[in-house]
């Protein structure tokens, strides 16, 4: 059994099936409105539907494991304030697939920065270990002394918004 953010204790699958139903519904009804809309006969509209709720799904599974394991990674009463996808440092990248979600991410919680790599924690820093700054759109983040990240944050605004969670969680 896991708990959650709220104190409530359940089996982690729970919150990955939830996740994938909700992740499956809205292209399922479109799919099915598609065909009703197309008069077609309900067996030719069951198998796209069943199809996308297949894959819908599946999608919502992983997105839904990810989640579980950046909850589990949060230190007792630690609040994650915001999740910022950081765009690649170059142009040649490849973007991720959309069912796949952004490659990386910069979680802001109440106890720091937490970089990670789809399910994969790059590095994790508290406050007040560090010096956060923004250089116009990009966001440096500096820790004892070194400069540990230069990050594009999407969406824009993004880097002044984690300057400002830094500035009141008594950063530099």
């Known amino acids: 059994m896991d708990t959650d953010e709220n104190g409530r204790t359940g089996p982690r699958w729970r919150s990955e099936w939830a996740t994938a139903a909700g992740t499956a519904f809205l292209p399922v009804t479109a799919v099915v409105l598609a065909g009703v809309e197309a008069a077609l006969p309900w067996w030719a509209v069951t198998g796209p539907a069943v199809l996308t709720a297949g894959l819908a799904g599946w999608a919502g599974v ?5 989640r579980a394991v950046r909850r589990a990674a949060l230190e007792p009463g630690e ?3 915001g999740t910022y996808t950081v765009r690649p440092p170059y142009r040649e990248h490849t973007p991720p697939a959309a069912h796949e979600g952004p490659q990386y991410q910069l979680v802001v919680t109440s106890r720091g920065l937490q970089m990670w790599e789809r399910s ?3 590095w994790r820093h508290p406050w007040p270990e560090l010096r956060v700054l923004t250089d116009g759109p990009r ?3 500096h820790h004892e002394g070194r400069e540990a990240a230069h990050l594009l944050l999407e969406p824009p ?6 300057r400002l969670a830094a500035t009141r969680h008594a950063t530099g």
Do not use: C, D, T
Not at 62 to 66: E, K, L, S, T
Not at 157 to 162: F, I, K, N, P, S
């Open 120 to 122: 994969a924690l790059l």
């Open 139 to 141: 966001l440096r983040v």
């Open 62 to 66: 992983r997105i839904g494991r990810r």
């Open 79 to 81: 609040k994650v304030l």
């Open 157 to 162: 605004g993004a880097a002044q918004e984690v």
